[in-house]
């Protein structure tokens, strides 16, 4: 069974930093891409980044650019969003989801963990 | 940027045909995925490349991309399928979600 767990999230205040991780399980975790899709209070879904499953490419919504980083180790399974220079905008719940063998294409994601909220507040 | 519109709300009622539309330019040149989301629930994946259904997904959800515009279909829509529904697209390396229809079964 296909599994995806983040952790990490709680609160910080402006301008400081925290570590979000993503555990997955029940398959290959080399063979695809990784996404972080983000969702404000009462707001739609936004997508944040993804990496491709050798991490040899990245992309990063213009939004968390330089102030975001995204990595992987796929001998743990896990994929994790560094946050750096946090904003009261950047509070929400932060999902992480599995997405395509080829990363930008398709779905962003088809198993998606249960999301850990992330509030920036002084 | 690229942008994905959808209506903000459709009403149907039980047993009925809900469409949901999500238009951007040249969509139809896209692959469009669709994601379901209940209150308090992480999205689900309901449909991918246009108009593929994961497994576990219910025949009733089918859809389409042509033009401008990809159609989400519910037939015979039921209590269960009230939810956020959002549609997905990528343009330039970039994720695209369209703002998000809330659907009402009543």
């Known amino acids: 069974e296909v599994q995806v767990l983040e952790s990490g999230g709680g609160p910080v205040k402006p301008g400081g930093s925290l570590r979000l991780s993503c555990a997955a399980s029940?398959?290959?975790?080399?063979?695809?891409?990784m996404n972080w899709v983000r969702q404000a209070p009462g707001k739609g879904l936004e997508w944040v980044s993804s990496?491709?499953?050798?991490?040899?490419?990245?992309y990063y919504a213009d939004s968390v650019k330089g102030r975001f980083t995204i990595s992987r180790d796929n001998g743990k399974n896990s994929v994790y969003l560094q946050m750096t220079s946090l904003r009261a905008e950047d509070t929400a719940v932060y999902y992480c989801?599995?997405?395509?063998?080829?990363?930008?294409?398709?779905?962003?994601?088809?198993?998606w963990g249960q999301g850990t909220l992330v509030t920036v507040s002084s | 940027s690229y942008d994905l519109t959808q209506p903000p709300s459709v009403s149907v009622s039980p047993g009925q045909t809900a469409s949901i539309t999500c238009s951007g330019d040249?969509?139809?040149?896209?692959?469009t995925s669709w994601f379901q989301q209940k209150p308090g629930q992480s999205p689900v994946l309901v449909i991918y490349?246009?108009?593929q259904r994961p497994s576990g997904i219910p025949e009733r959800f089918s859809a389409s991309n042509s033009a401008n515009t990809a159609t989400l279909t519910i037939s015979g829509a039921q209590a269960v399928d009230e939810a956020d529904y959002y549609c997905?697209?990528?343009?330039?390396?970039?994720?695209?979600f369209g703002g998000g229809t809330q659907l009402t079964v009543l």
């Open positions: 029940g398959f290959t975790f080399s063979d695809y891409s």
């Open positions: 490349k246009d108009k």
């Open positions: 990496i491709s499953p050798s991490a040899s490419t990245i």
């Open positions: 040249n969509l139809g040149k896209r692959f």
């Open positions: 989801a599995r997405g395509e063998v080829i990363v930008g294409a398709g779905a962003v994601g088809d198993y």
């Open positions: 997905q697209a990528w343009d330039s390396f970039t994720a695209i």
